[in-house]
């Protein structure tokens, strides 16, 4: 499963990311579900993106918008006082929005969240991401959704939750973790006509 994952990245990397390079690691911490660090360089950023065990069993689309989120942290930079919302945006503007707001619907993140301690920062909901999104990615998304199973779910939403990220420098390396606990994640089966 790792494999795929790191497949996933590969191809991320290829097609959304201008062949930037980044390195994908496991990590044993309970409650985070991905972190990114990187050490700022003209020409090389050095990314690690690390993953938790959780997000090898989630569907392909899923992982690809959690991915590209955090490849998108590096492009927003370290002085960013909203890196959660502009990776969002950036991870949209890549043309990633379907895959990012299946990612949010499949952890039931159906509306915006604060992090706790980051003014006015916020991740993007499902319900932002889809709007931001036009009418081919919209279709997109109702496929990747169709597809997957996942059922966009308000009641499985907390639009109160706030969520934990922590943002530190150590030895020039930038390193963003979010702290959200275990996400509840809402599937249903989908039946298809035959």
């Not at 700022?40 to 938790?52: F, G, H, K, Y």
Request: with cysteine; proline share 7%; aromatic share 6%.
């Amino acid at each position: 499963m790792l494999a795929q994952a790191r497949e996933v990245l590969e191809n991320l990397l290829r097609y959304a990311f201008d062949g930037q390079h980044a390195q994908l690691r496991m990590m044993r911490t309970k409650g985070t579900l991905a972190s990114v660090a990187w050490k700022p360089r003209e020409e090389d950023p050095d990314i690690r993106v690390r993953i938790s065990r959780v997000v090898l069993g989630w569907p392909e689309p899923a992982l690809i918008g959690l991915l590209g989120h955090e490849l998108c942290h590096p492009i927003a930079g370290v002085d960013d006082p909203q890196p959660e919302h502009n990776a969002d945006v950036e991870c949209v503007e890549r043309g990633l929005g379907a895959y990012l707001a299946l990612e949010r619907a499949y952890t039931g993140r159906y509306h915006d969240q604060r992090p706790r301690g980051r003014g006015r920062d916020r991740y993007l909901g499902y319900a932002s991401i889809r709007a931001m999104l036009d009418g081919r990615d919209i279709n997109s998304l109702d496929r990747l959704l169709r597809d997957s199973g996942v059922v966009p779910h308000l009641a499985a939403a907390h639009p109160a939750q706030e969520t934990v990220v922590t943002v530190t420098t150590i030895d020039g390396q930038v390193i963003i973790e979010d702290r959200t606990g275990p996400l509840p994640i809402h599937t249903f089966p989908v039946t298809r006509p035959e």
